[in-house]
């Protein structure tokens, strides 16, 4: 599964507080329905997530083939 990510920061301003991002992950298979085939695999990585990396998913929206999202970064 190939996923394009809109709206990423570079590199380097990772490391810099910024507040609320938000992003648009994608499959590359724009037609696919993938993401909503595999929710319970995205339910069961989300937490297991947040426990790795010091973030809060404020909304989210899984679509078939994308996953707009808005965080709240440290």
């Given amino acids: 599964m ?3 990510c809109v709206g990423m920061l570079d590199q380097t301003q ?3 507080p910024i507040g609320k991002l938000f992003f648009t992950m994608r499959l590359q298979d724009r037609h696919s329905n993938l993401l909503v ?3 319970e695999h995205l ?5 297991k997530t947040f ?3 010091p973030f809060k ?3 989210i929206v899984v679509l078939p083939a994308a ?3 808005i965080w ?3």
């Fill in 2 to 4: 190939l996923l394009q």
């Fill in 14 to 16: 990772h490391l810099r």
């Fill in 37 to 39: 085939q595999e929710i």
């Fill in 43 to 47: 339910c069961h990585a989300t937490p």
């Fill in 51 to 53: 426990n790795a990396m």
């Fill in 57 to 59: 998913i404020d909304e």
């Fill in 67 to 69: 996953i707009p999202t």
């Fill in 72 to 74: 709240t970064l440290p």
